[in-house]
């Protein structure tokens, strides 16, 4: 084994079983400080909104905990009250929605005195959560306001246009704007809780200072009240797309650019050498578009390898420059294209992710955020431990071979937003 290569810190070991009625559950024990976070993953995200009611994901996850009913356990609560009471509890309530997925988390104290409560007034949300129509109409004014004002941006306007071309008319692509917000009812948002944020594929994922059986035991009072669910998917299979160019004038002096394609999901077998090959691909863009040619201050390459995957290069460039850096963006990708992922670059890089490896899980909120996705994307538990050792060997031409498969030019799709 070489230097570069070395064994790493072990990544801790992850634990799995089910609730009774079914969520899956993923626990890592750790017992550096007084802390547990907990974050429940739904199959629930924007991709689920009706086709016709773009924005439902969204509402739900603006309205969950604004109101809580009566119940056996505690009084009703409104948004304010719910508030107080995670505060006077030391816990921290996050809500999130993503493209596939509805995200809820909590932090706090380690201490039963502290965590029993706080998991019972976050049970009390998930299970009876009520949507006001006061709330609800506020909500449905305050994101239509902000869709109008990011409709302006020319970011936005870049990434709604790369994904219109990736995604073509698979729901991904769909968007709220305001007639969409504006066929949504009250309804719709408790139809779209009972059918998708329910246990039937729900994960549940445990980091903190905790023992085996106190993670069971909060694994179960706080999934015990979710309803059932419906087990739904989504195909995630996209037609091929077309290589493409769309240009979208705007008075913006600053101009967007966007180059990417369709990939692979965290499953697939090229998901680890592309990204390596993706990690390189940064390296050489920013030596050519910003050291050499001076055209961006920053340009990156995202990839996403999740149940679908994606890779985007982004950069913000002069308007009247937009082109010359779009084509130097082009030059490095048709060269990895032709030649191969550079050998220097792909060293340089993969040694760079395996010792930073450790670093991405040296806190509980950065390794609760990596366990929740393997579970989300299906991937084993042990995916953390072996991801460095699956890393290491990877060979240079595997890493070309997966560039070359999924970033043809013949599969990208560009944008460029901003100039005349």
């Not at 016709?52 to 996850?61: F, H, S, T, Y």
């Not at 990839?303 to 890779?311: E, P, Q, T, W």
Request: charged share 25%; glycine share 6%; proline share 5%.
């Amino acid at each position: 084994m070489s230097r570069q290569h070395r064994p790493l810190p072990a990544a801790p070991a992850v634990a799995r079983w089910h609730t009774a009625n079914g969520v899956e559950v993923r626990f890592v024990a750790r017992h550096e400080v007084p802390i547990v976070d907990v974050n429940l993953d739904f199959d629930a995200g924007a991709v689920h909104d009706p086709a016709d009611r773009a924005g439902v994901a969204e509402l739900v996850r603006s309205l969950l905990f604004t109101a809580i009913p009566r119940g056996d356990t505690g009084p009703a609560l409104d948004e304010e009250a719910i508030e107080a009471a995670f505060d006077e509890l030391g816990a921290e309530l996050s809500v999130d929605v993503r493209p596939s997925c509805l995200s809820v988390g909590l932090r706090m104290l380690s201490a039963a005195a502290w965590r029993e409560p706080a998991i019972a007034l976050l049970g009390r949300g998930l299970s009876r959560p009520r949507f006001g129509v006061r709330v609800f109409e506020r909500e449905r004014d305050r994101l239509e306001a902000w869709l109008a004002e990011q409709e302006t941006e020319t970011e936005w306007v870049a990434e709604r246009a790369f994904e219109t071309g990736v995604f073509g008319d698979h729901p991904l692509a769909r968007t709220p704007d305001a007639d969409s917000l504006q066929r949504i009812a009250l309804s719709d948002l408790d139809a779209f809780w009972r059918s998708h944020c329910g246990a039937a594929g729900a994960i549940l994922t445990i980091v903190g200072d905790l023992s085996q059986a106190a993670a069971e035991d909060l694994a179960a009072r706080l999934t015990v009240g979710l309803p059932p669910g419906a087990a739904t998917s989504v195909d995630y299979r996209f037609a091929p797309a077309q290589a493409t160019l769309q240009r979208v004038a705007h008075d913006a002096a600053q101009a967007h650019v966007l180059v990417g394609a369709l990939t692979v999901p965290a499953t697939h077998a090229d998901a680890v050498p592309l990204a390596l090959a993706n990690r390189a691909l940064n390296w050489r863009l920013h030596a050519v578009v910003r050291e050499r040619d001076g055209l961006a201050y920053d340009v990156s390459s995202t990839l996403l390898a999740s149940r679908y995957g994606f890779v985007r290069v982004a950069l913000k460039t002069r308007a009247d420059q937009a082109e010359q850096a779009l084509g130097a963006v082009l030059e490095v990708m048709d060269a990895y294209q032709r030649d191969g992922v550079d050998a220097d670059d792909f060293e340089r890089m993969r040694n760079e992710m395996l010792r930073g490896y450790p670093l991405g899980l040296d806190s509980n909120a950065k390794l609760l955020r990596h366990v929740a996705d393997t579970g989300f994307d299906g991937l084993p538990p042990d995916e953390l431990a072996r991801w460095p050792a699956r890393a290491a060997a990877v060979a240079l031409d595997e890493a070309s071979r997966a560039f070359a498969a999924h970033l043809a030019p013949a599969r990208r799709v560009s944008v460029i937003v901003g100039g005349r």
